[in-house]
């Protein structure tokens, strides 16, 4: 079984930047998994963000963190990190950290919107960003 654990979040100011880290521990090996970042807010739904393959290190972006969040991984560490630059008011939420073997499905959900039932999720850390 693999677990997630998620650090850097806090409260910001609007244009600054932020980078969030999932840990990684188990005994499944990393490049198994599809590693991805998702938000919520309460009252809405959990919105993907960006994910990166182990595999080949393929990345993806929704829309709207496209060119200001950067999704990267270290295998040795076994942790992804999230560099969140110019970061606005509206990228207020939870950030979690989710990771599943079935890589179509963390992608369809960071590109579409298509929810799944991810293998495993961390706890979350909360981002707020102030105007």
């Known amino acids: 079984q693999v677990q997630v654990e998620e650090s850097g979040g806090g409260l910001v100011q609007a244009g600054d930047s932020v980078m969030l880290s999932c840990v990684v521990s188990g005994r499944r090996t990393f490049d198994k998994y599809a590693m991805g970042w998702f938000r919520q807010v309460p009252g809405k739904e959990r919105e993907g963000v960006s994910c990166?393959?182990?595999?080949?290190?393929?990345?993806y972006y929704s829309d709207s963190v496209k060119g200001r969040f950067t999704i990267s991984s270290d295998n040795a560490k076994r942790t992804v990190y999230l560099q969140m630059n110019n970061l606005k008011p509206e990228d207020t939420a939870v950030y979690y950290c989710g990771a599943d073997p079935m890589r179509s499905q963390v992608r369809r959900w960071v590109l579409f919107g298509h929810h799944a039932n991810l293998d495993v999720w961390g706890q979350g850390t909360q981002v707020t960003v102030s105007s």
């Open positions: 990166i393959s182990s595999l080949d290190d393929s990345t």
